[in-house]
């Protein structure tokens, strides 16, 4: 499984970003898929997942700012994030669900280098 995460930048308090995840047809046909961030001297920390048939699930902290959903015709998970905040400042990457927790990082694979989100005050 590889995946390339893209889309990060630098964003004032309140603006916006949206990542993309892409990755081949098939894995995008046969996996869950999730978004996760890690800041510095912390542990990586689940964002986001969507289901096969759609089902989204958020990381308390985002519900509401944070919007994932699949694009099919470009076989791409993206993260629509609004509302930005400096504790949302990460490094942001997406995996593939391999079973298990859907909150557990463990249960994902496909880890690629991330992106780099950059929220200042």
């Known amino acids: 499984v590889q995946l390339q995460a893209s889309g990060g930048g630098l964003v004032q308090a309140g603006g916006s970003l949206r990542l993309s995840c892409a990755a081949s047809?098939?894995?995008?046909?046969?996996?869950?898929m999730g978004w996760f961030r890690q800041a510095p001297e912390k542990k990586r920390e689940f964002v986001a997942v969507?289901?096969?048939?759609?089902?989204?699930y958020y990381a308390d902290s985002v519900k509401g700012r944070f919007t994932i959903s699949r694009d099919s015709a470009k076989n791409t998970v993206d993260l629509q994030m609004n509302s930005l905040k400096p504790e949302d400042t990460a490094v942001y990457y997406c995996?593939?669900?391999?079973?298990?927790?859907?909150?557990?990082?463990?249960?994902?694979?496909?880890w690629g280098q991330g992106t780099q989100v950059t929220v200042s005050s």
């Open positions: 047809r098939r894995t995008f046909n046969n996996y869950d």
């Open positions: 969507i289901t096969l048939n759609g089902i989204k």
């Open positions: 995996a593939v669900f391999m079973g298990g927790r859907y909150f557990d990082t463990a249960n994902y694979a496909g």
